[in-house]
Every structure is written in C-alpha cells, then in structure tokens.
C-alpha cells in the first residue's frame, strides 16, 4: 500500500528558507535480483519526484535503481506566498502518487 | 630478529662491565627480542585492560588464569558495577538495583590490579595509559573494552542534562532508577514514548524488551496507558514474535511507527517533553530518550575509532586496524555480524585474552569462535531467546548457525526461556565478578 508522508511547516515568514521532507513507501525493486528459479524480479522502482509551488515547479528528482525503498527525500525552498505544495511521485507499473501541503506566509 | 639481539646482547656484554644486572638484562632482551617486544626486559608482560565490564572484567580474569605471570591491570573508575542485562526489570519495578550491582573485590583478588580511576589518555607509540590521577601505566599489549558513549551531539535539544528530564536509562544505574520513578509517578491514562536509534546500538532487542516489560508494569497498575516507540529502524530481530506476544499480553497497549513510517526521531524537547520525528510531534508523559550510540570515550582519545565511531578490529585477533599492540573488544568494535551484548563482549572478552597471550608468546592465535546469547523477556518468567556461533571472515565476525535465530519454533517464547536467562545471569556475572 503506497502512502505518503509528507512535512511543511504550516506559517513561515516572508522570505523564509524551509524545509520540506517527503517519504513515499516503495519498494525500490531494482531489477537486478533473481528467484531461486532464475526468473529476473522485475524492476518495479519510482522513477520521478515533482514538487510543485502554486502550480509551478520548484523541485524535481529522477530516481534509479540504486535508491534504497521508502525514498525519503527532502530539500529546502524560500517562501514568499501563501499557497499550497503539490507532490508526485510516477514510477514502473503505472505507479502514480499525489499528496499535497499548504503553507502559510505572514 | 632473535638473531640480531643476540649479537647486540654480546656487543653490550662486551662492552659493558659484566654485572649481573647486565646479564639478566641481556638475558630478558633475548627473550624479549623473539617476540619483537623489547618493553618486556622489565619481566613479566604487562597487559592493560580499560573497562570493568562484562568484556573488560571477563578478558582480565581469563588473562591471569592463563598466564599467572602476567601483569594484569584493570582501569576502571567505578567501585561497583551495574550491570544492564536485566536491568529493563528494574525500570518495570520487578528487581532491584542492588541485584544488578557487582564489586571488583574478587577481579581483584586474582591478583589483578585495579586501577579505581578514569583512563584519560593512550599514547600507543610509547605505550602508556594516562590515568585521571596524573599517573602513568605502561602496557606491553592494551585492551579496550569501554563500551558505549551516549551522543549527546546526535538528536537537537537531547544533551546530558536533558537526560536527567528524558531519560535514556542505557547505562544501568541512577538512570534506570529514575525511568521506574517517572513510571511511577505517572497518572493513568500517560503516554510513554520510547525513542530507539538506528543501528549499530548497544543491545538490540533490549527497547522492545523495555516496552513490553513497562506494559506489564502499566497493565497492572495503570491499565490506560499507551507505550509508543519511535524507532528508526523499519525492522528488528525476532519482530513478528515480540508483536504477537505484544497482541496477546498487552493488546492495544503498544505502538510502534517505524523508520518508514516517520518513525526515526531528529530532536528532543526536556522542557516540555516533546519529542519530533521527521514527520510528527509527539508528547510524552514519560519520555525514554535512547541516543544514537558510539565507542567509549577512551576508544576515540587511543586513536582507534574511524568515522562510524566505533572501532574496527581484525577480528581475528580483535587487533585495532588503526593503532598498534592495542585490541578492540565487546561494544565498542565493530563486530560486524555480532550483535553488541554483554554476552558477545564476555566471549570476546575470553578470546582475546587467549589470542594475547599467543602473541606474548610468539605463537600465531588461532581464530576465535564466540557464543552469543541474547534473551528478551516479554513478562515476568516469559522470555524469547536467540543465539549464534560466531567466527571471524576479515574484518567482522560472521554467524555460523545461529540457536533459535530464525522465526520457527524453537524461537517461541516460554517460561523455561525466562528460567534459562537468569541462569545466563548468574553465569555471566560470576564468570566476571564472582
């Protein structure tokens, strides 16, 4: 069961550099593991993080096969308005994950 | 080289007035010289030992029961010792302290000198141990066996004096005494967060075994009471029987939220019993802070720690890779596949000094094989047991069968279980103590 967990501070000031922190449960199948009978595991990983400020986006990563399970990623921004965080994570077998966050500035 | 120091023995009789402290000089630096250790003209070898715990006290004893000549000192600044296998008892009110409690009277009647003092400095070109006092010990071979230093630099807002509000109660003793009196005084209806670092930790299984023993404790007395763990580990030995026994005994009572799941704890709060996870704020009525851990302090001073902060060794020999004629045992290495518990430090403890006196002796050790033993008790005369057999492969120590390490029947959890582990007690502490 994909769930994500997500953590922006709900204020900041204008100006502010926050920190955001996400972790998406994944498994992170690498595709280079066998069974006992030799069949290959499918690779079955995250492919792509997004992160988007009001619709525009701030912060993206691309993920690989060496990027442990449960991707906890976090990454810092400057905030300069009230509005809302968006989140995806896409990856193999059609994996598509949404999770949003909204922040206020004073 | 015993060649060499032959000849040099001549050249100094030669020139030199031969007296007859010339030649037992002389004499001893033949000896000396066949073992590459030139520090033993003085006589006897002179071993070292900093650290009076399971690992330190064991390799003492173990070192004068092998070689009755050698000159054994232990360094260690506390009269008594506690020890911490069964001490999670103590905190749910079912032991006292004072069973934990050991003297080294008897360590110091095997004729074993006992150092009461703190070991502040290791100079290993010159071989000496710098004592608290001023004084100086020199050492032929140096064990270290200093257990654990809590880091106090690793959670935000979780110092020495925080521990004092939030215990961490991982070194037995005061600490242990005050988590049962928080637990005592705590109202019914409290949460008790218990915060557990990632790996390598002192005693693995030991906060699983806090929290079910605290839930006995709350069941009894205060029935409304939740225990939460924050751990920073997604997983953990002998997790599906803990949860089960968890469900059967104390159903409801006991959550745990994992790296995973937000679980690995980044800061601490003494002045309102806050502790925040990567993901959420939680506040405890009791807070039991157990820090991310690394080598005894003494391991860092000697040189022989590397940038995990513990020590690595050749485990075969439990020889520093860092610092020479010094050797690495119990918590404080890093001993790979061996989890760090009273009973590997003991074994290795054993070992090691059996390897040392090898080496005195100029004879290549053979490679160790250790017996670990690791119980968890569930409740009162209700415990889990596992164990393995453990032998060197380059720098870690490697499971060769493990005793009831899988999750299978011989792994269930039972009354005999609970009556074996105080048997391992008493063993292990006369073994070291008595």
Redesign the interface.
């Known amino acids: 069961m994909p769930s994500a ?3 922006v501070p709900a204020k900041a000031k204008r100006g502010d550099i926050i920190e955001i ?1 996400t ?1 998406m ?1 994944h498994i992170m199948e690498t595709g280079y593991r066998h069974t006992a009978s030799g069949d290959v595991v499918p690779r079955d990983i995250i492919t792509s993080f997004t992160c988007r400020f009001n619709g525009a986006e701030i912060f993206r990563a691309d993920l690989y096969p060496a990027i442990a ?2 991707p ?1 990623l ?1 990454f810092f921004t400057t905030v300069t308005e009230s509005g809302k965080f968006e989140f995806e994570w896409i990856g193999d077998k059609g994996f598509s994950e949404t999770a949003s966050a909204s922040i206020t500035v004073e | 080289m015993a060649a060499a120091s032959l000849s040099g023995f001549f050249r100094m009789a030669d020139t030199r007035r031969l007296t007859r402290r010339n030649v037992i000089r002389g004499a001893a630096a033949v000896a000396a010289a066949a073992l590459a250790r030139p520090s033993l003209a003085q006589g006897a070898a002179r071993v070292a030992v900093i650290g009076g715990g399971f690992g330190g006290a064991a390799c003492a004893r173990a070192l004068r029961r092998l070689d009755s000549k050698l000159q054994v000192t232990l360094v260690e600044p506390n009269k008594v010792f506690t020890a911490c296998p069964f001490s999670n008892e103590v905190i749910a009110g079912l032991r006292e302290l004072s069973e934990q409690q050991f003297s080294y009277d008897k360590v110091a009647a095997d004729g074993i000198t006992f150092a009461a003092q703190a070991a502040t400095k290791v100079d290993a070109q010159a071989r000496t141990v710098g004592l608290a006092d001023g004084t100086t010990l020199s050492y032929d071979r140096l064990v270290l066996a200093p257990g654990i230093e809590l880091r106090f630099d690793a959670l935000s807002g979780y110092d020495e004096a925080a521990s004092t509000k939030m215990p961490h109660a991982w070194n037995a003793g005061e600490q242990t005494l005050l988590l049962r009196r928080q637990l005592e005084a705590m109202d019914d209806g409290g949460l008790v967060v218990i915060a557990v670092p990632a790996a390598p930790m002192r005693c693995p299984p030991a906060p699983y075994e806090r929290a079910s023993l605290i839930a006995h404790y709350l069941k009894a007395k205060k029935p409304k009471s939740k225990i939460l763990l924050l751990d920073a580990k997604d997983a953990y030995s002998q997790q599906k029987l803990f949860e089960k026994a968890w469900q059967d005994l104390y159903p409801g009572m006991i959550e745990r939220i994992g790296l995973s799941q937000g679980g690995r704890v980044t800061s601490a709060n003494p002045a309102t019993n806050e502790i925040v996870t990567d993901f959420g704020n939680y506040t405890a009525a009791v807070a039991n802070v157990i820090p991310p851990q690394r080598a005894g302090r003494i391991a860092a001073i000697a040189g022989a720690t590397d940038h995990t902060g513990w020590c690595p060794i050749n485990a075969g020999t439990f020889e520093s890779k860092l610092v020479p004629n010094i050797h690495v045992i119990g918590d404080a290495c890093l001993g790979g596949g061996i989890p760090k518990s009273a009973s590997a430090a003991s074994a290795q403890g054993k070992a090691c000094a059996l390897t040392i006196t090898k080496l005195l002796a100029g004879e290549v050790p053979a490679p160790p094989v250790l017996e670990g033993v690791c119980y968890s008790a569930l409740a009162p005369d209700y415990a889990l047991s596992q164990g393995g057999v453990y032998q060197p492969k380059g720098d870690i120590f490697v499971q060769e069968w493990a005793i009831g390490g899988l999750d299978n029947s011989a792994e269930l959890p039972s009354e005999a279980k609970a009556k074996a582990a105080k048997t391992w007690f008493h063993t292990i502490t006369e073994d070291a103590f008595g």
């Open positions: 967990l997500i953590n922190k972790l449960s399970a449960n906890f976090t």
